[in-house]
């Protein structure tokens, strides 16, 4: 089965905007799903340059799925999501 | 609750503002590009997440960005468009001196602190209630427990021991979380903070849910320094090297590119600090005081001043980091103005009472700065520091590391017995308020104090959540010499 792939992104806007309080899912995601979900916290993904979103940062993707305004619960529930689809 | 997670939604909102301030700010029109932020924040047929309606959301959005541009909300008439209050705080010169301000449009939400019976009371037999009341404040009609409000006293010892936890104990955030009594809500219920009280610990701000209680920002005053070609010099204090996930080189060099001359350690004051205050230390213990208390943080001075003057003979007459610091900084620039960077709201405080720091920057604003001119830290090569400070100076930002640092010099026969206060509350003041009157603190001989849990790193206002700042922090204090080797030179 392929493995969910979750990309925290720790560029500065989305570190300031709230993506701090997202490191957390780094611990939290293999605790939960083991080997069936990849996490790690990656450089800009360039989302929030563009116009004005840096409002809706901290972005999260989740395999290719953009999260805005990302929150743990969020991206718990998308993996939930993915993983319930595979 | 974990050290320093404000709700993150309300910090969202207010870091949102402040780069949306700063963008207006450097563009072509501030004022009325100040006046469309809660229409492009709010703009038509958009979503209401929060309020009743679309209006509401920009009348708040509206107050908010009055705290942004620095001045206070509670003074500011109703009328005044944004453009014009915009115009005021750029041609202000002298920034105020209350470092809080309260909205009251969003603090509406809160009913009064009372104890309150809820659906779940059985009206039972025992009714341990009415006995648990010492003011006779409870009695059963219809089958059910009534508080009487004349003579209730919120004790909520009727809560504690219902059996059916049908009693509930309603709190208002801010008032709770004050540790000193300085925020309640007047008659109108309305939260008023008393200024005379308050020792800007910035509790209240991280407690309210609704995010009403906001920190008047200096923002303005520094990028118009900047804009008018003034020499400003960073003061980092060490906290800063947690808040974001680059080295504390590449942090130097993303700052300086926002328009400072320089970027100075905070940690080079705190190695001033750590030698006076062992010396001083050790001078107390020879001359028979029982304990001494630390002074380097701002709320805790504050606290002194306002609340505990019996405490000052026991407090350290060494003055704090940013004094040092800011003293070393003016006397090689004297043309230069300070700007200190701070985890907290308290040092607002003190720098306006030292002549030497000339604004304050907190580390969110200093986020949102970097959000709004989308600088990313990473992409800096990085360069060091002009001097560098010592492990025990970089550690002051971690509850116990000023106490460890004052214990680095002090011999094997002279070594503190340190008592840590973890963090300002109703119960520490209590017992400090104890020490103060019996002269003596049965627990150690050097009462390290910090306002916030977890030291600077658990300050109100900055970006980084605890463990991930303190892991950052402690692997620069890693690389860092001994403060004995950097004092000697």
């Given at each position: 089965m392929e493995k969910v792939s979750v990309k925290v992104c720790l560029g500065t806007t989305c570190f300031v905007m709230g993506s701090a309080n997202l490191q957390e899912l780094i611990d939290i995601v293999p605790q939960k799903y083991g080997d069936k979900v990849d996490v790690s916290g990656v450089p800009c993904?360039?989302?929030?340059?563009?116009?004005?979103?840096?409002?809706?940062?901290?972005y999260v993707k989740v395999d290719n799925d953009v999260i805005k305004e990302a929150t743990v619960e969020k991206v718990l529930a998308a993996v939930d999501a993915k993983l319930g689809k595979k | 609750m974990a050290i320093n997670t404000p709700p993150k939604q309300t910090s969202h909102l207010k870091r949102e503002i402040l780069v949306r301030l700063i963008k207006a700010y450097l563009s072509d029109n501030f004022e009325e590009a100040t006046r469309m932020i809660p229409y492009d924040m709010r703009p038509k047929g958009s979503e209401v997440p929060y309020r009743c309606c679309i209006h509401k959301e920009r009348a708040i959005l509206r107050d908010r960005t009055i705290a942004g541009l620095g001045l206070s909300i509670e003074n500011a008439d109703d009328t005044e468009l944004l453009s014009t209050l915009a115009r005021k705080a750029e041609e202000r010169t002298e920034i105020e001196k209350n470092p809080l301000t309260v909205l009251h449009t969003a603090c509406q939400g809160c009913v009064p602190s009372r104890i309150y019976v809820t659906?779940?009371?059985?009206?039972?037999?025992?009714?341990p209630c009415q006995s648990a009341c010492k003011f006779g404040a409870i009695k059963v009609e219809n089958g059910k427990s009534v508080i009487d409000p004349e003579k209730c006293k919120n004790c909520g010892m009727c809560a504690q021991v219902c059996p059916y936890q049908a009693i509930a104990k309603i709190i208002v955030p801010c008032e709770n979380a004050c540790p000193v009594g300085a925020i309640a809500k007047d008659e109108n219920g309305l939260a008023q903070i008393d200024f005379d009280k308050c020792i800007s610990c910035g509790k209240c701000v991280s407690a309210c849910p609704f995010g009403a209680v906001h920190k008047k920002s200096q923002l303005i005053d520094i990028l118009k320094a900047i804009k008018n070609n003034e020499k400003l010099v960073a003061m980092v204090a060490p906290a800063i090297f947690g808040q974001l996930p680059c080295t504390p080189q590449q942090l130097k060099d993303a700052i300086l590119s926002l328009g400072f001359a320089d970027v100075i350690e905070v940690a080079e004051g705190a190695d001033i600090t750590t030698k006076n205050e062992a010396a001083e230390f050790k001078e107390r213990m020879e001359e028979g005081q029982k304990f001494m208390t630390t002074s380097c943080c701002a709320g805790y001075n504050e606290l002194v001043e306002k609340h505990v003057p019996e405490l000052k003979p026991f407090r350290s007459e060494t003055k704090t980091p940013a004094y040092y610091t800011a003293e070393i900084v003016k006397k090689e620039n004297p043309n230069a103005k300070t700007v200190f960077f701070s985890p907290c709201i308290a040092k607002r405080r003190e720098a306006t009472q030292n002549p030497n720091i000339d604004f304050v920057l907190n580390y969110d604003e200093l986020g949102a700065w970097f959000v709004a001119l989308n600088v990313q830290v990473t992409n800096f090569e990085g360069s060091d520091f002009r001097k560098e400070s010592s492990a025990q100076a970089r550690n002051f930002a971690v509850t116990g590391g000023v106490a460890g640092a004052v214990n680095s010099l002090l011999e094997d026969d002279e070594k503190a017995k340190p008592y840590i206060v973890d963090g300002l509350n109703k119960q520490s003041i209590r017992d400090l308020k104890k020490f103060a009157k019996n002269g003596v603190c049965e627990f150690g001989n050097l009462i390290e104090v910090m306002a916030c849990p977890g030291g600077c790193l658990g300050?109100?206002?900055?970006?980084?959540?605890y463990k991930p700042a303190l892991k950052q922090l402690t692997a620069y204090v890693g690389e860092s010499p001994e403060i004995k080797d950097v004092i000697k030179e």
């Open positions: 993904l360039g989302l929030c340059a563009t116009d004005w979103e840096f409002s809706k940062a901290p | 659906d779940l009371c059985q009206g039972c037999v025992a009714r300050g109100s206002n900055t970006i980084n959540a």
